[in-house]
């Protein structure tokens, strides 16, 4: 007795002394990454693992929760030693557990004295996201399989005697249940329970579907955030539901991670299982990365970029959101993922010479498709401007065919920021360049030109001097005010305070594109690259 008492003590005192070091990553309303580093006792932390089940009506979800399984299996391991209590999860199969210590252990759990209201039920939104956007269309239940390969998915799980639509039955065999210490429930109060009666403040979700089934069942991280607990998901230990062909069209990793940092803005942190296992963090391989996607790659200056839209409204569609969803309305296309690389203050020479060429764009996934559209800064900046911007161009290309050799590049014309501007210094040289290397031109210049003479003031942002603002009408753009060191700015992407301000010298003088004007040019970009495909089949 004594000895085991020892053991007990011995083992205890192991787990105060090395805490879990955790970073916990959130998000600003505006995307921006938040990390908070703690220490967790580990007897006072909880991993619930959700439905990882042996079984799943779409067949990739299958695929990749086998993919998943080795490593979270792992993490388990490596988290029950350092004494963290283990709760499994697999919805809907308590029958083949029943009897089971761990199944009793869940069941005998003591009432809770604190009882959260609704605790037993779905919880599929939070006050906090009661504003937001959803970030992915799920309406079609998540499916992406092929229609040929999910039909014949169904017909081998009816011909094993399971229910096509629910064949799960268990959790995966892959993850190990130690009857001596964890749990299994999927009962919302039970697990409740279990929290309580054992002190466990920090709880860790793992599993699958993120934006099902993570998030939104009795023990998922809503119920656990909205009622108290410190949450978190281990981010990439799951997956979700989501069918690449619904928007916002992206990839099915993409669709993850756009749920991800949905999740860290609006519901909870996250955190890594390098963080509980050591080595590194899980990706899923590219064979259940689903079907290949063509890779477009945007490369400019400010007008690219679009910082103050993606500041200003970071849930909207931006430049490079807007051609891919333009993109996939054309059925006849393949798929593609659209990157934007640009740079505010960017001009060619500071692209290759300052190290971001080597660091941003030769390292991205191989590009299928190239846009480059510089000058305005190159013109303002280059030396000997008139010799050296073509020089410049002619080595970016050049550098773009060795780094990405399968792409095809298309040299862009610069906006106009009013009607009539004056860039023919600058798109003339661009449109020779593309002459010389054998290469399309897209002249973009006189469609945002036409949108331009429908009102001149519609496709730019307003950006202006707080100190110019006269004292008097400080206070109605008290909320529209943006640091800028000394000299703080007013910033509206649109015409609401034209009638406050609109009389003022320099009100309109900001002529970057807003997020009209930034549609303007995902139109255009879409439809060039959408005919130029149709003209090239075998770009496909």
């Given amino acids: 007795m004594k000895r085991l008492l020892l053991a007990l003590w011995c083992s205890t005192n192991v787990f105060a002394q090395n805490p879990l070091s955790v970073s916990l990553q959130s998000r600003n309303p505006a ?68 009897g089971t210590p761990a199944r009793e252990r869940a069941r005998s759990a003591p009432a809770a004295a604190r009882q959260p209201d609704k605790i037993a039920d779905w919880c599929k939104q ?152 050591g080595g590194n963090f899980f990706s899923f391989s590219t064979a259940t990365a689903g079907k290949k996607r063509l890779q477009v790659l945007l490369l400019g200056d400010s007008t690219t970029e679009a910082s103050i839209p993606k500041m200003l409204a970071p849930e909207e569609a931006q430049l490079e959101d807007g051609i891919r969803i333009l993109l996939a309305a054309e059925k006849d296309l393949p798929a593609m993922d659209v990157y934007n690389l640009g740079l505010s203050g960017e001009y060619i020479q500071r692209l290759l010479e300052s190290g971001r060429y080597d660091r941003d764009v030769a390292t991205k996934p191989q590009a299928d498709y190239i846009f480059i559209r510089y000058g305005l800064n190159d013109r303002s900046k280059r030396e000997g401007f008139e010799t050296n911007f073509s020089k410049d161009f002619h080595t970016l290309i050049e550098r773009l065919r060795k780094d990405h050799p399968k792409a095809t590049i298309f040299p ?35 469609r945002y030109e036409a949108e331009l003479k429908k ?7 307003r950006r202006f001097s707080l100190a110019k603002v006269p004292e008097a009408l400080l206070p109605i753009v008290q909320s529209y005010v943006r640091p800028g060191g000394k000299d703080p700015y007013v910033v509206v992407l649109d015409n609401r305070l034209d009638a406050h301000l609109g009389h003022l010298p320099g009100w309109f003088a900001d002529r970057h594109p807003n997020l009209a004007g ?13 005919d130029w495909i149709h003209k090239h089949p075998t770009a496909k």
């Fill in 31 to 98: 995307g921006g990454k938040q990390i908070v580093q703690e220490q967790w006792a580990a007897a006072k932390t909880a991993i619930i693992v959700c439905d990882m089940w042996d079984l799943h009506h779409c067949k990739n979800a299958v695929s990749r929760v086998e993919e998943l399984a080795p490593r979270m299996n792992e993490v388990l391991e490596k988290a029950r030693e350092k004494g963290v209590f283990i709760i499994h999860a697999p919805s809907s199969c308590m029958k083949p557990y029943e």
């Fill in 126 to 277: 939070i006050p906090a996201e009661e504003a937001a956007i959803y970030p992915i269309d799920q309406s079609d239940g998540g499916e992406d399989d092929d229609p040929a390969e999910h039909a014949a998915w169904a017909r081998e799980l009816e011909a094993r005697g399971l229910n096509p639509k629910a064949p799960w039955t268990r959790q995966l065999p892959a993850l190990r249940i130690d009857q001596e210490r964890d749990a299994v429930s999927d009962s919302g109060v039970e697990i409740w329970n279990l929290l309580e009666s054992r002190g466990l403040q920090n709880v860790i979700l793992m599993g699958v579907h993120l934006n099902m089934c993570v998030s939104g069942r009795p023990f998922g991280l809503r119920q656990m955030a909205r009622n108290g607990r410190h949450v978190v998901l281990m981010r990439d230990l799951t997956d979700s539901m989501y069918n690449p062909a619904r928007w916002p069209f992206v990839s099915h990793q993409r669709g993850t991670d756009l749920f991800v940092e949905h999740v860290e803005k609006r519901i909870c942190p996250s955190i890594t299982s390098d963080q509980i296992a």
């Fill in 412 to 446: 862009m014309s610069v906006i106009p920021y009013e009607v009539g501007s004056n860039n023919a210094s600058i798109n003339d040289q661009v449109k020779k360049v593309a002459e010389e290397e054998g290469l399309a031109f897209f002249d973009i210049h006189p």
């Fill in 455 to 461: 009102g001149a003031n519609m496709l730019n942002y």
């Fill in 518 to 530: 930034y549609q303007v040019i995902a139109s255009e970009t879409a439809k060039f690259l959408a």
